[in-house]
């Protein structure tokens, strides 16, 4: 693979075309929760963004990078934990902005037809039902739903609902046109005719609208559609790369300058993490507690019969291969295979370099070795690699009954994720430690037991 | 269809959990309220009410239904409205939210008709020498017992509104009447539909009784068809028992079919689905509402006269607002402050309230004490003895019906109208035939009891059985189950949330029905027997406040326990481990 930052990018900062005023400007926006103990939840770190007329903005980043936080903060509906969101220069909270979002899920309202939920937003600026409904019709005719008027949301295929989305988000004439994953929840071939279907609204300027800030997992997507890309880096939210894609339209998805840019992406993503110790808060005075004694992993969600998938396949690969043509195989979209392959990297049973993934000598044999050899050898790994595991299992041990609750380990996490996102980790650690036979769980009780015979590899009672 | 009891039983046993101390500052609240009711009616000795003369003929049975439909209509009117701003007041004020879900909490589960006493006789103090009072304490009665299931599906309706959905009201700049018509209204309709008819037929329970309510020699009787029964069995007019029987049979499936199913059927379309489900309800007269043109358009073209002016009024006064942040707090430090100083005000008076109430406790001996416990004690034996005979008969005859879908399609209807038709229209007869049979009303209670509960339970054992999947069953016999095995490994697990939530349903109603099956006149004779529901009548039959009180603790404490301890626990339980997926 050649360098990927040749003739199709201007660099990676100096991005803002001189002269231009911006329509929507983020200055050190941050989002965290507060918890009960001292820590707090940092979602986004401080992060300086701007939204510029002209141009398709596409906001990349693995899930938790908190992508769709960021989007609801520039749009206004959610308000920043600290710093501040200007429209025009003013602050965000104080002007009547005029913005649309198209949402991943549609939302549209199931109750009215597809007219009258474009009528909605109309409505709601109080316009004269013959003018709003004459607007609603060309605006349905303009994304090809003339005819269906009078359906039911419920009555659409996926693509045609998020026609009406589009229809609604656009017939209020937007300076920006938010989207949400909008084409996430499509098949692949519905996906593709709507997004060439946006580009030439955008293109032949038939939409008002000023500037598009699009939300997506998808890079290929995000590569066709912007004019500049940001990807963003998780735990907590920051921009890792923000660049310019110069390719002009219509983009050729096998074109050498294309694919490049897809797998410097992908690099970008699969990158190992440098997390830096979070700062000293200045604004409360409080310190974090040091986090490196207390440093959990965030274990991916993946489940161990997916690993033992992935190394066979790698296996049957020759051991290594570009992760990007893996997900190709698999039809799986880098979302999906990333948290599999995180999970196999902390056990290591596999290392990622540049976007390459190549198995270890552990991998190997866990890929060869049958069911109860995998087991072993899966129970070793995750005592070496992972913190959390090789804690609930000492816990166990030590206690004479055998059984602590799983609010024990939650109290520790919640120092560190979020409550939802703490309640994920001990889920993963409970099918990871049932599957290495480490521990079981007893869901009735929520309690974490220690099998009575754990030298046994037969299967753990009572662990459905 | 099979999900009708589910609202009703998830808000008995609530998910969430809060502190004690609004658990007793709830008590504390209801402590209060009873000693106010009490210092009102004890104005009454000097307001005597003229009586009616209640008729048993024939004629006055149209006249009397009609009281009745009306009484009804007002109390549902009024609990519908209360409890869409009770719940739209919960899910939007975080300061008061766990407040006042505990007070819904607490109240849905206290037995309404322990109140009927005080409080008719409370409002009969404030209207004296007018049947007026004795109407407006009926209607508040019905009015309680209906409102708090209604209020937290409202509010759980609220609190599920997808995120997106709350968001794209707020970026298109939904008006507060626009997303409360657009949005909230129509997301909550299924829940309240159903509710509405749980709460209704619970409305005609107690309506029939409080119809009925005579005390010592004094007569508190209204017309309507409760106290028709009740005079047709006091002269022993079998004829006329009959005919008012068959009378509120006609009601309750006139609004069945006239109401409910095309509400149900009307309802249909707010169900949050992304494709459109094969089984669906229909109803014959929404169809013929639909095809009449001018019931479809006339509506619609008064309400758009209505609304068109309003939406205009509303972009014109937000247009230039600001989007509202949806995590913002709205309030003000200065409307915190105003907040504040009333709930310090509120405060006050609650524990003022709730002081005298205790102080009323002060005038029960001992003895009197034993005896409050040994009635609870009877309450308490009698509610779960019928309970367990409901649950023994209708677990073998509903699973039966359940297997064999074609009876099931059949018999479910007809449970589902029987839980409906109030138990207590049966009481007369029940009367009737104890004292000719001498029986005591030990056992009359019970049986009364039983006629009200059992339905419910039978109504989702049926509806459990059908939700066992034919490929577990076939496997059961594939593998030759033992009769224990089928029963212990497939039946019992898989009908066991339908059995809980029938159960605790169930229990509910056994425990409204006590108060009122333990303590009867019929003719000159006073029928009783040892319960808490005899000893709140006999208080109040004699002025003894301080007894009725008591007892209506004890009665709402009983009910409060057996809630959190017992049911909630299982209903989790069943939503946790035997839950059939899908």
Redesign the interface.
Known sequence: MGNPLNDTMAGTSSVIAVGTEPIIRAERIEKYYAQPSQNRIQVISATDLLIVPGEILALLGPSGSGKSTML?ML?????PSAGQVYWHGRP??????N???V???F?L????TVLENVE??L???????DERRERSLRMLDTVGLDGFEAA?P??LSGGMRQRVGFA?ALV?EPEVLFM?EPFSALDVLTAENLRSELLELWSKKTMPTKAVFLVTHNIEEAVLLADRIIVLGRNPGHIRTDFRVQLSHPRDRKSEPFTQLVDYIYKVLTRPEVAPLAAPDQTTGRTPRDQRQMHYQMLPHARPGGVAGLLELLIDKGGKDDIYRLADDLAFEIDDLLPIVDAAQLLGFLTVYEGDVAITATGTEFANSEILRQKELFRQAALKNILLLRQIRRALETKNDHTVPEEFFLDMLDEQFSSDESLRQVETAVSWGRYAELFDFD??RRRFILPEETEIVAPVEGAE | MKRTFRPLASTLVMRSTWPVFIDAGVAALGLAIFFTIVHMSTYWMQAPVPMVPISHSMRALPTYAAYSVVRIGIAYILSLIFAVSYGYLAAYNPRVEAWMIAALDILQSIPVLSFLPPVVLAMVALIPGHQLGIELGVILLIFTGQVWNLAFSFYTSLKTI?R??Q??A??????AW?RFW??EM?FATIGLVWNSIVSVAGGWFALIACEMFTMGDRNFQLPGLGSYLQTAASSGDLRALLAGLGTVILIVVATDQLVWRPLIAWSD????????SDDRIVSPILELIRRSPLLQSLPHRIW?RVE?PL??????SH?????Q????DGGDARASLRLWALAVAVFAAVSWGAWQGLMLLRGISWSEMGMLLEGAAATFLRVNASLLISALWTIPVGVAIGFNPRLARLVQPLAQIMASIPATAFFPILLIGLVKLGGGLGIGSVALMLLGTQWYILFNVIAGAMSIPSDLREAASLYRFTRWQRWTTLILPGIFPYLITGMVTASGGAWNASVFAEYSHLGNQTLSTIGLGAQIDMATDQGRFPMLLLATILISLMVVSMNRLVWRRLYH?AE??FKLEG
């Open positions: 609801r749009s206004g509906l959610s308000k965000i909270a104080e002007s009547a902005i913005v649309s979002i949402f991943q899920s939302a309202f199931p109750w009215l909605a937003p409505k709601a600026r109080g316009m004269a039902a039911y419920k009555e609604r209020v949400d869901a009735a | 997808p997106e959905m968001e794209a707020r970026v298109f700049r939904y008006s626009q657009q949005l129509p379309k707010f169900k949050f689905e992304q494709v459109e758009s068109e939406y205009r009024r509303f972009a014109a247009r230039k607002a600001p989007l942040a949806i995590d913002e339980l946790s481990r």
